[in-house]
């Protein structure tokens, strides 16, 4: 299970403080604050864009741009599955539909419950053993519909 901070404008604010100096300062803000935070709350975007000197609405672009940041908290964990071609040739499609339907969710959404986020993530460099997934940061391979629905399993444990 994934622990994040509660969100909180004044612990954005110093997240934001320490990265805005950077070269294409952006992406190295975001992704702190979604490993902060677990998303990028609107008003992280706001004070982003006020921070770079940009429009909130080329922050929004960026932020809607990158499939990995999330505009809404994830479940308590986060099932990521691999989309791209070496996972797809070795039956990626069928344990996507499969998750989908066991979670009741599609991608990019949580449980009902907030237990699960379901993720599509396009490459996860484990081509070798495809198909494969992350769930909460471990990364799996070789997967099939057992281990799928095992994983799955887990991440709904309270």
């Not at 952006?26 to 864009?49: M, R």
Request: aromatic fraction near 6%; include cysteine.
């Amino acid at each position: 299970m994934t622990h994040y901070e509660a969100w909180s404008e004044k612990r954005a604010g110093e997240i934001i403080a320490e990265h805005v100096k950077q070269e294409g300062a952006a992406l190295p803000i975001l992704h702190a604050l979604q490993e902060n935070f677990g998303y990028i709350h609107a008003d992280a975007v706001k004070l982003t864009a006020v921070a770079l000197n940009i429009t909130r609405a080329e922050m929004h672009g960026i932020v809607t741009f990158y499939h990995d940041f999330r505009t809404e908290p994830p479940g308590a964990h986060v099932l990521k599955l691999c989309r791209a071609e070496a996972c797809q040739s070795m039956g990626a499609d069928a344990l996507a539909a499969q998750a989908r339907e066991k979670l009741r969710v599609d991608w990019h959404e949580t449980t009902p419950d907030k237990r699960v986020s379901l993720e599509p993530v396009f490459c996860l460099g484990l081509c070798a053993c495809a198909p494969a997934a992350m769930l909460d940061g471990q990364v799996f391979g070789r997967l099939d519909a057992k281990r799928l629905n095992a994983l799955i399993d887990r991440a709904n444990q309270p």
